[in-house]
């Protein structure tokens, strides 16, 4: 378990949450209110998925403009349709993308039940609570090095 969980709040925006998973090296975090509570789950799929479907709205204008050949954060050059959506994108808050119904565990579930939970519901992360506050998370990354912290 991560004791150090990186969060999100819901009022963040994607480009945050975007650079908090590039700087922490990180595909997702919890969503928490002030006092850590737990309110959702975001994902990099999450974002990429909103990225997509404006792909799609750009693919039936017939337009040929492809969203991930242009930077989200470029503000000089290119289609200006393009900057619209890129600058729409960055500004949409966490809370509105953000998964609700999220896969928990306690501090003292058996790690094998959590693994099982996680296969069955193909999630890469599961956040730790303790009486509804955030206090770590299991990644999938986490239990492999589990195995072999031991032996190395």
Known sequence: MTTQVVTLQPTDTI?????KFAI???????VVDNRNHLLGIVSENDILRI????????????RGSVMLS???????EGDD???????????MEIGDIMI???????????IMEVLKSMIEMDVNRVPVVEKGVVIGII??????FALYKRKV
Not at 15 to 19: E, N, S, T
């Open 15 to 19: 480009k945050k949450a975007a650079i």
């Open 24 to 30: 922490d090296n990180i595909s997702g975090a919890p």
């Open 51 to 62: 990225i997509y479907t404006y792909q799609l709205k750009l693919d039936k204008e017939n």
């Open 70 to 76: 242009y930077a989200m954060d470029n503000k000089d």
């Open 81 to 91: 349709e393009l900057k619209k959506i890129s600058e729409e994108i960055s500004n």
């Open 100 to 110: 609700r119904t999220v896969l928990t565990t306690s501090p003292d579930a058996l």
């Open 139 to 144: 990644s999938r990354a986490d239990i492999v």
